[in-house]
């Protein structure tokens, strides 16, 4: 009949009909992948933040996920057993709802696990969980659980990104790395490579104070006191007429007191107003294969005098830390053509938490005025993964203390 269609025809636009089907299909995989999993990374800090941490800024909507781990090796010395720890395994997890409003966070897993019944060995921590509202290139806000902008490891603390198998004892101890606290405040790009964050923040604890610093009074969001609040602030300056070129310097002021009563024999019963300042400056140069870092960083504690005869111990009115480091990637001299990278390093570090101690105080025949030699080797097969070696050899002005070996792996992804 006539209205009967041919066979062949039939058979023809079923074919074309399942062909755009499958291109439609393979389209809208392609789609999802892209908004999803990209296919190649760009590892690079953004906003102030690790080049894991800042891969969120760079999906064009919805999930992102990345982290970073380090497993390491350490001979203690002929007084200390050696240990194997699985240091650090992080996962980030961001959410890009639009072009302006991106939610990033950080779970980090410490120390392999948290022990059985009462052994207590590492910690599950939120080490940060923020809000991005981007608004012009000049000023942006950010609010949450965020990262207090000082020194050069506490924003940017990947394992791949710096030398040696644990960050410098500078950025640990006068710097308490990693330190986060929750706050809100502005951060943007004023004019090209300058770069700022200021927030304010609740303040530190100084009940968690001691001779060995200010590291313990760090809140991180754990059912914080907020009583007292503090300032935090950063300026960079990326310099474009000399590439490679960075200088930078960042504070941290405020009251730690946080309404707690501090009670003695010799000064009675009061609220402190334990006014805590932290000053920092940096600078890196990046050139051919070179690189260099220096950091300097003094602080100050108010009313340590009331404080140190509370706690029964002495606590410094006066801190202070400065480090210098030196690398040099060896491998376009040995294989021109790698992407590989091999660079020997050496740091030299300075650090006394009791420079200046109260009138009628224990300085603890200078037991922590201390400082370190290291030197090592960091390899990297791909970008995102580093082996590394280092020796660190401890000293303090009151006695001598234990060197130490470590070998290890860090990776990012």
Same mark, same amino acid.
């Given at each position: 009949?006539?209205?009967?269609?041919?066979?062949?025809?039939?058979?023809?636009?079923?074919?074309?009909?399942?062909?755009?089907?499958?291109?439609?299909?393979?389209?809208?995989?392609?789609?999802?992948?892209?908004?999803?999993?990209?296919?190649?990374?760009?590892?690079?800090?953004?906003?102030?933040?690790?080049?894991?941490?800042?891969?969120?800024?760079?999906?064009?909507? !919805?999930? $992102?996920?990345? %982290?970073?781990? &380090?497993?390491?090796? @350490?001979?203690?010395?002929?007084? /200390?057993?050696?240990? =194997?720890?699985?240091?650090?395994?992080?996962?980030?997890?961001?959410?890009?709802?639009?072009?302006?409003?991106?939610?990033?966070?950080?779970?980090?897993?410490?120390?392999?696990?948290?022990?059985?019944?009462?052994?207590?060995?590492?910690?599950?921590?939120?080490?940060?969980?923020?809000?991005?509202?981007?608004?012009?290139?000049?000023?942006?806000?950010?609010?949450?659980?965020?990262?207090?902008?000082?020194?050069?490891?506490?924003?940017?603390?990947?394992?791949?990104?710096?030398?040696?198998?644990?960050?410098?004892?500078?950025?640990?101890?006068?710097?308490?790395?990693?330190?986060?606290?929750?706050?809100?405040?502005?951060?943007?790009?004023?004019?090209?490579?300058?770069?700022?964050?200021?927030?304010?923040?609740?303040?530190?604890?100084?009940? !968690?104070? $001691?001779?060995? %610093?200010?590291? &313990?009074?760090?809140? @991180?969001?754990?059912?914080?006191? /907020?009583?007292?609040? =503090?300032?935090?602030?950063?300026?960079?300056?990326?310099?474009?007429?000399?590439?490679?070129?960075?200088?930078?310097?960042?504070?941290?002021?405020?009251?730690?007191?946080?309404?707690?009563?501090?009670?003695?024999?010799?000064?009675?019963?009061?609220?402190?107003?334990?006014?805590?300042?932290?000053?920092?400056?940096?600078?890196?140069?990046?050139?051919?294969?070179?690189?260099?870092?220096?950091?300097?960083?003094?602080?100050?504690?108010?009313?340590?005098?009331?404080?140190?005869?509370?706690?029964?111990?002495?606590?410094?009115?006066?801190?202070?830390?400065?480090?210098?480091?030196?690398?040099?990637?060896?491998?376009?001299?040995?294989?021109?053509?790698?992407?590989?990278?091999?660079?020997?390093?050496?740091?030299?570090?300075?650090?006394?938490?009791?420079? $200046?101690?109260?009138?009628?105080?224990?300085?603890?025949?200078?037991?922590?005025?201390?400082?370190?030699?290291?030197?090592?080797?960091?390899?990297?097969?791909?970008?995102?993964?580093?082996?590394?070696?280092?020796?660190?050899?401890?000293?303090?002005?009151?006695?001598?203390?234990?060197?130490?070996?470590?070998?290890?792996?860090?990776?990012?992804?």
């Amino acid at each position: 009949p006539a209205d009967k269609p041919a066979a062949g025809g039939s058979k023809k636009a079923k074919t074309e009909a399942e062909r755009k089907t499958d291109i439609l299909s393979a389209e809208v995989e392609k789609l999802k992948t892209q908004l999803y999993i990209p296919d190649k990374r760009e590892y690079k800090v953004q906003y102030g933040y690790g080049p894991a941490a800042s891969e969120i800024y760079r999906v064009n909507q !919805g999930l $992102s996920i990345g %982290g970073y781990g &380090e497993w390491v090796y @350490s001979d203690n010395g002929k007084d /200390a057993k050696s240990t =194997a720890d699985n240091v650090r395994a992080v996962i980030y997890a961001g959410y890009k709802f639009n072009d302006w409003i991106i939610l990033n966070n950080e779970f980090e897993f410490e120390h392999g696990t948290t022990g059985e019944g009462a052994e207590e060995k590492g910690e599950v921590s939120v080490e940060f969980s923020y809000l991005d509202f981007l608004l012009k290139d000049y000023a942006n806000v950010r609010a949450g659980l965020t990262l207090v902008p000082m020194g050069f490891i506490n924003e940017i603390h990947e394992g791949p990104t710096y030398h040696g198998n644990y960050r410098p004892q500078v950025e640990r101890v006068i710097i308490p790395t990693t330190w986060r606290e929750i706050g809100a405040g502005l951060f943007g790009e004023l004019a090209p490579g300058l770069q700022y964050r200021m927030y304010a923040m609740n303040g530190l604890n100084a009940e !968690g104070f $001691s001779s060995e %610093g200010i590291r &313990e009074g760090r809140q @991180s969001a754990s059912k914080a006191i /907020a009583e007292d609040f =503090a300032f935090a602030g950063r300026i960079d300056y990326d310099m474009p007429f000399a590439p490679g070129l960075l200088a930078g310097a960042s504070a941290w002021v405020g009251n730690s007191g946080q309404g707690f009563e501090y009670a003695s024999p010799e000064f009675g019963a009061q609220r402190l107003n334990v006014l805590t300042q932290l000053y920092e400056g940096h600078v890196q140069w990046r050139w051919q294969g070179l690189e260099m870092r220096a950091l300097g960083a003094v602080g100050s504690i108010g009313n340590a005098a009331q404080l140190s005869a509370a706690k029964g111990e002495t606590i410094g009115s006066q801190n202070y830390g400065w480090y210098t480091e030196a690398a040099y990637n060896l491998m376009p001299w040995l294989w021109a053509d790698s992407t590989q990278y091999i660079a020997p390093f050496f740091r030299y570090e300075r650090y006394n938490t009791l420079a $200046s101690v109260p009138n009628g105080f224990d300085d603890y025949d200078g037991l922590y005025d201390q400082w370190i030699y290291q030197g090592g080797l960091t390899y990297k097969p791909i970008e995102n993964v580093a082996v590394k070696f280092d020796y660190r050899n401890f000293n303090s002005a009151a006695r001598s203390l234990p060197d130490q070996y470590n070998l290890g792996i860090a990776f990012m992804y």
